[in-house]
């Protein structure tokens, strides 16, 4: 089954064309700058999001410069470096000027509260992992300690052999996406934490939601739109993520293209399924 959305012109040619990337950061917002140019319809997003990144780059930067000096413990059980702190009276000026209403209007209220509720909303986001984030100055918050959590889990030494459960092995969060890499003729699928950045190997035919492993159970769709997305949908959990297939498009940048592919959320959503968990954006 297809399902049918509004064509645009979707051109992934030239790949020839990619710049040199630098940083996962560099390439997610060439990425992003290629999709808004493609699809309108998220290019306010798109815009946004921007901006979100380049921010979370100059803090990654940041905290690996306080790293380098010692100033940064390892696997804190709250956040606790001042970058964070630091950073956020910038990060929600930026999110008032720049970002969609509902999380201007937040980031006004919370530039204008004591920075303790800062500190304290900062550890509750880090510290709930099972309820997925709702509220406005969750996905904020959320946004400026993804970095940290990077950071933090890029240098914990994981590993993931045999490990084969749905929530993230480092923060015990649910996948915000899946991916599927080339392997062999075929592919493998991974799934990715949206806040720590984890990819591990999953099952093809299991729920990530559930652990369904019915096949009739778990309808897959696509879209003429967006070619290398998948929406993975279970009909006993009735939850859903997307999938961005690098087989099919090796341009792809999974963050980027997970947020730039709005329309299969609202259809997926309109058909009954609720995402796993939502992106940083919040959707
Ligand atoms: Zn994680
Ligand atoms: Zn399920």
Known sequence: MRIQLRTVACDESKPHNRPMAKSPWQQRIWRAEQLAAQHPFAAEILGFYIHVARFQQDLHQQLGRASAKGGLGSLP????????LASLPAFLSLV??????RFAQVARDLRNSPPVSWSELLSRCWSTTGEPPDAPQEFLALVVLQPYAEFVRS???LQLDGYT???CPFCNRKAALGV??????????????????????FRRIVCAGCGQEDQAKLPVYTAEQFPHMRVECCDVCHTYIKSVDLAKNGLADPLVDELASVPLDLWAQE???AKLRPNLLGM
């Open 271 to 273: 058909h009954g399924y």
């Open 96 to 101: 008032e000027e720049k970002g969609p209403a």
């Open 165 to 167: 459960y749905a929530i």
């Open 180 to 201: 599927l890499r080339p392997q062999g003729d075929g592919a493998r699928r991974n799934l990715v934490c949206g806040f720590c950045l984890c990819e591990w190997e």
């Open 155 to 157: 240098r914990a030494g």
């Open 77 to 84: 059980s709250v956040p606790d470096a001042p970058e964070l």
